[in-house]
């Protein structure tokens, strides 16, 4: 019922849109809506990961995948690493 994945991007957003490129790449015949309503039911939660300078690795956000709005996957920040203080929306 799940599965986990690793995608190299530099934000949540970026994600979403290196998937796109990735199903044109394979399916070069689907138009892009199409892709993004394959993405944004197949997907629930992004968590974005980062190396800091010391070299430690934090999780930077997690954002949940809400569907589509606009022809766009709408994403919602459940929470965003800060150094001062993590702040949980």
């Known amino acids: 019922d ?3 994945t690793t995608l190299y991007a530099s934000n949540p957003r970026d994600a979403i849109a290196r998937l ?4 044109q790449l394979e399916e070069h015949t689907v138009p892009i ?3 993004r309503e ?10 974005y990961t ?3 300078r010391d070299g430690s690795y934090k999780i930077m956000e997690i954002v949940e995948v809400q ?6 996957v709408k994403l919602k920040s459940l ?4 150094r001062n203080r993590t702040e949980r929306m």
């Open 2 to 4: 799940g599965a986990l």
């Open 20 to 23: 796109e490129t990735l199903f």
């Open 33 to 35: 809506p199409l892709i």
């Open 38 to 47: 394959q993405i944004a039911s197949a997907l629930n939660i992004i968590i």
């Open 50 to 52: 980062a190396r800091l």
């Open 67 to 72: 569907g589509l709005e606009h022809d766009a």
């Open 79 to 82: 929470f965003r690493y800060s």
